[in-house]
């Protein structure tokens, strides 16, 4: 069965460096979706990308994050200029259409710990 | 804004029995969609079940099934004859009619004892 594959597992970064966390969503799937997870706490949403915009994003996705599909296989995430704070869990993850019934296919994460 | 909650942070069962999950969420919509999501030691979070708010029969997959009371806003999760397999954290996630965003509750750790 196709899936959602991240990289790294586990990233370790410097505060204030820039770091960014790669995604190979499932082939034919057209949506795609970032969550990150703070250890204890909930998986919150960050954003989603449509056609190469982002077509929904929460107040956690500001000016130090940007997605980005370059190459057509990948979807990226970059956080700029990371802060301690930044260490979560990120998830990625992918649909294949829109629509509310439409289940989201998740990977199994970068762990992101910020130094 | 819609929140979900999970009351219990950690179930068990014995093998063979039967365990049920709870879920409420707060919402002021009235079309929505609600999932669970098992998410095993290995990390991937994997689709279990979903359930539309229009639709009044609650939905079953296998021996998975939920007890969807709309008016109460709960959304539970029944695990029949629970397996080794099934122990994993199961999270309840909530998704309006509008864009694509999932709302997570906290999440319960499901163990299952042989």
């Known amino acids: 069965e196709p899936e959602v594959t991240q990289t790294p597992s586990h990233q370790v970064t410097q505060m204030g460096q820039e770091v960014i966390l790669r995604c190979v969503p499932i082939?034919?799937?057209?949506?795609f979706y970032w969550y990150r997870q703070i250890l204890g706490q909930k998986v919150e949403f960050l954003v989603s990308?449509?056609?190469?915009?982002?077509?929904?994003k929460s107040e956690i996705f500001d000016d130090q994050f940007s997605v980005e599909r370059p190459d057509g296989s990948n979807f990226t995430l970059k956080i700029r200029s990371t802060k301690l704070e930044d260490s979560a869990m990120y998830f990625c993850?992918?649909?294949?259409?829109?629509?509310?019934?439409?289940?989201?296919?998740f990977g199994d994460g970068t762990r992101l710990s910020i130094l | 804004a819609q929140t979900v909650t999970q009351s219990q942070p950690e179930m068990s069962v014995q093998e063979a029995e039967t365990v049920t999950l709870s879920c409420t969420y707060d919402t002021s919509e009235s079309d929505y969609y609600l999932f669970w999501y098992k998410q095993p030691p290995s990390r991937q979070m994997i689709l279990v079940i979903r359930q539309e708010a229009y639709k009044q029969q609650n939905a079953t997959e296998n021996r998975f099934s939920v007890n969807f009371q709309k008016a109460a806003k709960s959304f539970s999760l029944k695990i029949s004859d629970s397996q080794l397999g099934d122990a994993a954290m199961y999270f309840c996630?909530?998704?309006?009619?509008?864009?694509?965003?999932?709302?997570f509750g906290g999440g319960t750790r499901l163990m299952v004892k042989p």
């Open positions: 993850a992918s649909s294949e259409r829109s629509g509310s019934y439409q289940p989201q296919h």
């Open positions: 990308f449509y056609n190469n915009e982002i077509s929904e």
């Open positions: 082939s034919n799937h057209l949506y």
């Open positions: 996630a909530y998704r309006g009619n509008a864009g694509n965003m999932l709302t």
